[in-house]
């Protein structure tokens, strides 16, 4: 098992930036795949990034494209979430996951093994 950490968050203005990270601890070197959803009320978890933990390939959804950053420090069993360009719609808590299939779908929250307990993140407009 994975336990995962996230930090970061907070309240931004529109057109701002904020970072979010995720620190792993356990089974690390199980780790395939990382990723970050989101929640907002009343709707369902999405799908943000993800990124292959040893070939450090990386897949967006469309909504996040050319704004956020996602990245990895293996050494410190990190994930980072770079946020720029904020809009009000970012809104949410953001959901770091690991998954320990290498064949996973990264857009499918099922598919993953284990999850952070979240962090907020608020775009005022």
């Known amino acids: 098992q994975v336990q995962l950490v996230e930090s970061g968050g907070g309240l931004v203005q529109a057109g701002g930036s904020l970072s979010v990270s995720c620190a792993a601890s356990?089974?690390?070197?199980?780790?395939?795949?990382m990723a970050w959803f989101r929640q907002a009320p009343g709707k369902e978890r999405e799908f943000v990034a993800a990124?292959?933990?040893?070939?450090?390939?990386?897949y967006y959804a469309d909504s996040v494209k050319g704004r956020f950053t996602i990245s990895r420090d293996n050494a410190k069993n990190t994930v980072y979430l770079q946020m720029n360009s904020l809009k009000p719609e970012d809104t949410a808590v953001y959901y770091c996951?690991?998954?320990?299939?290498?064949?996973?779908?990264?857009?499918?929250?099922?598919?993953?093994?284990?999850w952070g307990q979240g962090t907020q993140v608020t775009v005022s407009s």
């Open positions: 996951a690991a998954s320990r299939d290498p064949l996973i779908v990264y857009g499918l929250a099922k598919g993953y093994d284990d």
């Open positions: 990124i292959r933990w040893f070939r450090g390939s990386t």
């Open positions: 356990g089974r690390t070197f199980s780790i395939q795949v």
